[in-house]
Nanobody, 124 residues
Framework: QVQLVESGGGLVQAGGSLRLSCAAS????????MGWFRQAPGKERELVAA????????YYADSVKGRFTISRDNAKNTVYLQMNSLKPEDTAVYYC?????????????????WGQGTQVTVSS
């Protein structure tokens, strides 16, 4: 079993920055590819960024490329999402998820563990 706890969400003005953290406990964190998903009201949950379990490869949705950066520190059992130049359309609940695999996936069903989510609100 893996427990994932997100933190770092909040209210920020457009153009601002936030850094989300996801702390993992339980099984070996380094065995898991990690993803950050988000879900806005009335919309489906979507993959925003993901990172291979070794950290050597990353993925970004087109909507956040150049603005968001995913990283991980396996020694601290933590994955991060640095979000810069935030826009009102980035407003959503952000979830981290772990997949017991080398590679990440864009499919929600491929992830084994989920955090409880953290709210990010970007005001215009």
């Amino acid at each position: 079993q893996v427990q994932l706890v997100e933190s770092g969400g909040g209210l920020v003005q457009a153009g601002g920055s936030l850094r989300l953290s996801c702390a993992a406990s339980g099984r070996t964190f380094s065995n898991y590819a990690m993803g950050w998903f988000r879900q806005a009201p009335g919309k489906e949950r979507e993959l925003v960024a993901a990172i291979r379990r070794s950290g050597g490869s990353t993925y970004y949705a087109d909507s956040v490329k150049g603005r968001f950066t995913i990283s991980r520190d396996n020694a601290k059992n933590t994955v991060y999402l640095q979000m810069n130049s935030l826009k009102p359309e980035d407003t959503a609940v952000y979830y981290c998820a772990g997949r017991n695999s080398i590679w990440y996936s864009s499919s929600l069903n491929d992830y084994d563990y989920w955090g409880q989510g953290t709210q990010v609100t970007v005001s215009s």
